[in-house]
């Protein structure tokens, strides 16, 4: 089982790079809430994967019998996963506006703040 | 007294809060920003005068036994930062009375401070790693909003730059916060730190120190990953770029310094040469792009990767004189930086530009303000008796004690360098003539007024008397980041102090 979630995070990391390096923003971003997802994934394989066996604490014990699955992952994940949603979301009306106003997703038109103003001023 | 380390964390939260309220009442707004950094600043003093008389504070978050819950710990080095970042939180809520424009008052610049305060300040006195991940995050969307929020082209531009290099960090931290987990099986630091001390460290360990390093890296703008500040920063309003040259780059630096020393000290130790090297071509390559700039904040955001360098030069030594430098260094470089860049905030709204080529003669006009920068430029570029002339003798000294000759060498290059670029500044903008003819016609009459200008000079001028002081009276200074030094090389305190047992 954490071969294949292995294999799929793998996949997520390789598709979100590949996608941060090409010059559209949108790609990036896109590439960006994919590492996000590959991340989750990731901290959930490595909390151990335990099927069918939650941490509940039977009727007349004061601790639950192992093996339990270990609920802390879940609850990082759910923590880095609202954080994510927030920042994605910021992310998109961001690029929006980026498109608005420079006209393009291009990254390589988008270098006004690290080239030297010609003597003029910034716009 | 325990509770006394939730106030840094309350004050800036209810600051926020009040001042989302009042939305509409940018008067109100302003009041909260200063009265609450006021008090953050004094909770950071109480603070730190409390963990120095009695060591180590801790307090568990909901009272979950350790490890289990979320740690608050404040050691000294956590309280001298959140001392410092109070300071600065107050100059500039003081300078943003009279520079900010009403466009960025409607959109909420005030509260959003006050937010990034609070992950600031979260990140300095958590004792989870987890939670550091939760408080980076809270400063990361403070920050990307305030430089958004212009909304003009270069404001978009640097946004999305700052946003894409910091989300993959982020991305770096929370993959290795995990993988920590999976191996360790908790995450509250001075657990970690005992675990790896006592358990000789074997397989993923040092790739998760890796990745820990990258990921602080980015965010503390380390050589080869400084490249999002110089093309970022710049395009903020003066009081947005001041709060983070004084305390974003700072928050990662922290980190690194922090887990290093705390968890991964043998990593740090395999590591050092490499370490070294990084901090050698940051401070070299943030110098030498500087040189080619005309444009005083461009200029000076080169500066603040090249100071970083120094900071992480401390850390790569792992002496007690060089972490002692490393703090003397963080708040000396903390007020020299903020003064310089709030005085090229006057300067802005004196000329109404901050290009060096259609400046100058401004010697004539405030020879005060000139004075003030030229004070703090001098400290930036360690001439004694400023307070840069001590944090970089500490820093040298503990590179010849310890015979890393080369990183040495660059550290002394560097500062000459910074001289020249800081000359460059003062004889363009304040000391030569006012250029005459064409280029002085889209100059702005300027319209500041004397009141506004005091708003604006008075946080710029206690900032230059801090270096000062530093600089003439180091003795105690220094005395305090020893013992903070100290108790970073010696993590048994910090250790016992959170999970309450001696070890």
Not at chain 2, 351 to 360: S, V
């Amino acid at each position: 089982m954490e071969s294949v979630f292995a294999i799929v995070v793998g996949g997520l990391y390789a598709a979100g790079i590949y996608l941060m390096v090409r010059r559209s923003i949108v790609k990036a971003i896109f590439g960006l809430a994919l590492l996000g997802n590959g991340a989750n994934l990731l901290i959930f394989t490595v909390g151990r994967l335990t099927a069918g066996r939650p941490p509940y604490i039977p009727a007349g014990s004061t601790e639950a019998l192992p093996p339990v699955a270990d609920p802390l992952p879940q609850a990082l994940i759910l923590t880095a996963i609202v954080i994510g949603f927030g920042v994605q979301a910021f992310a998109l009306v961001l690029i929006k506006r980026v498109y608005q106003t420079v006209g393009s997703d291009d990254v390589d038109r988008m270098t006004t703040t690290d080239t030297l103003p010609g003597g003029g001023t910034q716009r | 007294m325990n509770s006394l380390l939730f106030m840094p964390l309350l004050i800036p939260l209810m600051a926020a809060v009040a001042g989302t309220l009042a939305w509409k009442r940018p008067d109100l707004q302003k009041l909260m920003g200063v009265c609450g950094t006021a008090a953050l600043l004094a909770s950071g003093v109480m603070l730190l005068v409390d963990v120095r008389r009695g060591g180590v504070l801790s307090v568990q978050s909901g009272s979950w036994a350790v490890p289990f819950g979320i740690s608050l710990v404040a050691d000294l080095f956590s309280a001298i930062m959140v001392t410092v970042a109070g300071a600065i939180g107050l100059a500039v809520a003081v300078y943003s009375l009279s520079d900010t424009k009403p466009e960025y008052e409607q959109l909420g610049y005030h509260p959003l401070i006050q937010i990034l305060l609070l992950g600031v300040c979260g990140s300095f006195l958590t004792g989870d790693i987890f939670n550091l991940y939760v408080w980076f995050e809270v400063m990361l969307i403070a920050s990307f909003v305030l430089l958004a929020l212009g909304g003009k082209r270069s404001h978009l531009e640097a946004a999305i730059k700052y946003v894409v290099l910091n989300l993959i960090a982020s991305a770096l931290f929370l993959a290795a916060v995990g993988i920590l987990y999976g191996v360790a099986g908790t995450l509250n630091m001075a657990d970690l730190a005992r675990l790896l001390r006592e358990a000789p460290n074997n397989g993923p360990i040092p790739v998760i120190a890796i990745l820990f390093l990258v990921a602080f890296g980015i965010k503390a703008a380390v050589f080869p990953l400084f490249f999002w500040l110089p093309a970022s920063y710049h395009t903020a309003p003066i009081a947005v770029t001041t709060i983070f040259s004084a305390l974003l780059t700072k928050v990662g630096v922290y980190a690194l310094i922090r887990i290093f020393t705390l968890i991964f000290v043998q990593e740090l130790e395999a590591w050092q040469p490499f370490i070294l090297a990084a901090a050698g071509f940051t401070m070299a390559a943030g110098v030498l792009g500087a040189v080619a700039q005309f444009e005083i904040r461009r200029l000076l955001s080169f500066h603040i990767v090249s100071q970083i360098g120094y900071l992480i030069m401390g850390l790569g030594l792992l002496t007690r004189m060089s972490l002692a430098g490393t703090i003397f260094f963080m708040i000396h470089v903390i007020a020299a930086k903020s003064a310089l860049f709030l005085i090229t905030g006057i300067v802005r709204r004196m000329a109404g530009t901050t290009e060096l080529k259609e400046l100058g003669g401004l010697y004539c006009r405030r020879p005060f303000v000139a004075g003030m920068f030229l004070v703090s430029a001098l400290a930036l570029a360690g001439i004694p008796p400023l307070s840069g002339f001590w944090a970089k003798l500490a820093l040298v000294w503990a590179g010849i004690a310890t015979g890393h000759y080369m990183v040495t060498a660059a550290a002394l290059l560097v500062s000459i360098l910074t001289l020249f670029s800081m000359t460059k500044i003062w004889s363009e903008a304040f000391w030569k003539e006012a250029p005459a003819g064409e280029n002085r016609t889209h100059f702005p009459v300027s319209t500041l007024s004397t009141a506004s200008l005091w708003l604006m000079a008075v946080p710029a001028a206690l900032l230059t008397l801090t270096t000062v002081a530093m600089g003439l009276m180091p003795e105690p200074f220094y005395a305090l980041c020893m013992e903070a030094a100290d108790q970073l090389l010696q993590p048994t305190a910090y250790i016992s102090a959170v999970l309450g047992v001696v070890i």
